[in-house]
Structures are given as structure tokens and as C-alpha cells.
């Protein structure tokens, strides 16, 4: 009697009970996570470029904004002559048809009201510019 060999053969299953586990663990950590991540503001912020500007026709369109409130605009007439909301916007937008791609930044002082920059950012806006950038000084400078 010969006696017949049985091979038994590999296991090829997958214990998948593990890899359920983690996907738990990471699913209640994204749950947590999750909410935390949304509370912030969405805000676009600057980019400075290192290469200074070397062309005088890539001037940018400066509006200062002073601690009374009022408007200064350093193109188109008396850079240090007050100017009101219509005329800012007139003076932006003529700007901006000759150069639709002119950086626009906004100077305001330390202790103007925050809703008079942002007045006159909308202004900006309604003059065409689709970017506005807000100056500052960098900090030890200045006085």
C-alpha cells in the first residue's frame, strides 16, 4: 500500500481586523481635526517680490490712508493734497485703464480706524483693481 502524500497548502487569507482598527482610529482623529481646521479666515496674502522695481512707468498706484481718515493717492495730481472718495475712485480707475496689471497697495496709519482702510480698499475695488496689497513697516524701523 502506497501511501499518498497530502500537501497541504498556504494560508492566503488576509487578516483584515487590524487594518479596520487603524482606519477607526484615523477616521476619529479626522473627525476631530476636522472642525478645528475650518475655524480659520480665509485671507490672500501678500508676495513679496526681492527684485526691486527699475522701470518709473511700474510705479505703483500708493493710497494713503492718514490718521483722520483721509485720502492721498501718489498719481494723478498733488501727492500731499487730501482727496474725497469720488475722486479717488476716478483717479484709480484712470490709472488702471492704461494699466490693468499696476500693483495697488494701500498705506494706512497705525491709528486710523480699521473701517476707513477698508472703505478705502472697496474703493480701490470699484476703480478696477483686482488686487490690493497693504503696506507696512518693518519692525526697529521707522518712528
Same mark, same amino acid.
Given at each position: 500500500?502506497?501511501?499518498?502524500?497530502?500537501?497541504?497548502?498556504?494560508?492566503?487569507?488576509?487578516?483584515?481586523?487590524?487594518?479596520?482598527?487603524?482606519?477607526?482610529?484615523?477616521?476619529?482623529?479626522?473627525?476631530? %481635526?476636522?472642525? $478645528?481646521?475650518?475655524?480659520? +479666515?480665509?485671507?490672500?496674502? !501678500?508676495? =513679496?517680490?526681492?527684485?526691486?522695481?527699475? @522701470? *518709473?512707468?511700474?510705479?505703483?498706484?500708493?493710497?494713503?490712508?492718514?490718521?483722520?481718515?483721509?485720502?492721498?493717492?501718489?498719481?494723478?495730481?498733488?501727492?500731499?493734497?487730501?482727496?474725497?472718495?469720488? %475722486?479717488?475712485? $476716478?483717479?484709480?480707475?484712470? +490709472?488702471?485703464?492704461?494699466? !490693468?496689471? =499696476?500693483?495697488?497697495?494701500?498705506?494706512? @496709519? *497705525?491709528?486710523?480706524?480699521?473701517?476707513?482702510?477698508?472703505?478705502?480698499?472697496?474703493?480701490?475695488?470699484?476703480?478696477?483693481?483686482?488686487?490690493?496689497?497693504?503696506?507696512?513697516?518693518?519692525?526697529?524701523?521707522?518712528?
Amino acid at each position: 500500500m502506497a501511501r499518498q502524500r497530502t500537501r497541504k497548502r498556504p494560508m492566503s487569507e488576509i487578516n483584515v481586523v487590524p487594518y479596520i482598527d487603524v482606519m477607526l482610529v484615523m477616521l476619529v482623529i479626522f473627525m476631530i %481635526t476636522a472642525p $478645528l481646521l475650518n475655524q480659520g +479666515v480665509d485671507v490672500e496674502l !501678500p508676495q =513679496a517680490e526681492s527684485a526691486p522695481m527699475d @522701470d *518709473a512707468s511700474k510705479e505703483p498706484l500708493v493710497l494713503s490712508v492718514d490718521a483722520a481718515g483721509r485720502y492721498y493717492l501718489n498719481i494723478g495730481g498733488d501727492p500731499e493734497e487730501a482727496i474725497d472718495a469720488d %475722486t479717488l475712485v $476716478l483717479r484709480a480707475a484712470a +490709472v488702471l485703464r492704461r494699466r !490693468p496689471n =499696476a500693483t495697488v497697495l494701500v498705506r494706512g @496709519d *497705525a491709528n486710523v480706524d480699521y473701517g476707513k482702510v477698508v472703505f478705502a480698499m472697496s474703493l480701490l475695488q470699484q476703480a478696477g483693481a483686482r488686487k490690493v496689497g497693504l503696506v507696512t513697516e518693518p519692525i526697529g524701523e521707522g518712528g
